[in-house]
């Protein structure tokens, strides 16, 4: 065991460690695009019956090929994401954009999944949300990661809501706090960020793992045997907070859940300080 003395060296070293592992796994991942994309080509041609008639046996193994060739390309993009933002290698690319826009467009790619096993996904487009500045294709897969959280425990019949709206965040800087009757006595409640949230009937998370869940590989117990890594919501949570936002859980067991995000209108104006990653 290390002495004090050596521990800011030690942690040093293992924090070395871990960055040769992750960019190496990180480069077999993407090694695995290529041969991965080239299997799922032959099984598309194979089922578009242009080499020759297939029977409906032949048919049925070819969409299971297909499913479980569209699972692995999920596993190594959620490792590739990871893998960047852990090292660095993801920035932020705000530009202009309507928000209503980004939410309805990934639901119409969820929805066709959401119908075939039976599930209801609601959204609506909120009228008062202006437009501001964002990453488009960040934001798109923190949504598609929540709509996957859904969509992976909500049972057969239940239903998932995805809802946005301006929201005022009081942020209090840490050189100048506020009392409380301060922060009462505020008159300016002009939205300065918006609220997304997205809300399901599933089986609902405890309260003791709502921190955890947006840990890296972690599962809630139970669910281990469960498709995927992990890997979901703690990009959720590094893409969210990339944006200058925040990311929380609001759940009980058997009550389903509500995972929300908060970002703010001006990304330059960030918690932090830090301003937009050209």
Known sequence: MPSPAD????????????????NALGSAAHDLKTPLAILNGYVELLQSEKLGPISDRQREVLRDMQASGQRLQQFIQDFL??????TGGLKMQFALGNINECLSE???LWSTRFQ????????????????????????ERVISNLLENSFKFVPQGGTVWLHAEPYVWERRAIAQPASAG??????????N???VSVSDTGPGISAEFHQEVFDDFFRLPGNENQDGMGLGLAIVRRLVQGMGGKVWVESDLGAGCKF????????SLTPGGKGKNR
């Open 81 to 86: 994401t990871y893998s960047a933002l852990e």
């Open 7 to 22: 521990l800011p060296q030690a942690y040093s070293e293992l924090q070395q460690r871990f960055q040769r592992t992750t």
């Open 106 to 108: 990934v639901c119409r």
């Open 260 to 267: 929300s995000f908060l970002i703010p209108f001006k990304p």
């Open 116 to 139: 075939e096993k039976g599930l209801a996904l609601y959204f609506l487009a909120n009228d008062k949300l202006p437009e501001f500045e964002f990453d488009l294709p960040k934001l």
């Open 193 to 195: 960020s918006v609220k």
């Open 182 to 191: 301060e922060r009462r006595r505020q008159t300016n409640s002009q939205p």
